[in-house]
């Protein structure tokens, strides 16, 4: 989805509930924090960028334990599907409304699916290969009203 149908990176999306998400979910699931989110809003606070941008959603997250918590690979791999689940409940409390704050499509992409959408009457099938969480990027989908 980032750099695709949305603008991957922004000091608007580094504060985004998606974001904040990551730092919620890596510290409560391996750090033993209710709200690690508080000291550490963005995974940018403690990953270095090359470490962040352009990443899937495991490897922030395996980063983020790295960097933030001083965590080997070989001990949080093992922790990522409860660290999606934590993540995806954490979104799922926000309005889309708030879900889409600092997240921002990319020119003409909202037109253009609405546009094959409306034009092909739901005979074209459409896929989306993401590095993201499969819950957050459908929330994407569904926050923007894209189909």
């Known amino acids: 989805m980032d750099g695709t149908l949305i603008h991957g990176s922004s ?55 790295k960097y933030g918590l001083g965590l080997v690979s070989s001990h949080s ?3 990522l599907k409860t660290i999606f689940q934590t993540m995806y409940e954490y979104v799922s409390k926000f309005s889309d409304d708030e879900f889409i704050q600092g997240i921002e499509p990319l020119p003409s992409v909202i037109s253009t699916l609405s546009l094959l959408n409306k034009r092909h009457q739901g005979n074209i099938l459409c896929g989306l290969v993401t590095g993201n969480i499969e819950g ?12």
């Open 77 to 79: 791999f093992p922790h």
């Open 11 to 65: 000091p608007k999306a580094e504060e985004s509930v998606h974001c904040k998400a990551f730092c919620h979910a890596v510290g409560k699931v391996l750090g033993g924090f209710d709200s690690w989110e508080s000291q550490i809003s963005t995974p940018l606070a403690v990953v270095p960028s090359e470490k962040f941008h352009g990443c899937t959603d495991g490897l922030v997250s395996l980063n983020l334990a």
């Open 136 to 147: 957050i990027a459908r929330y994407n989908i569904i926050s923007f009203d894209i189909l």
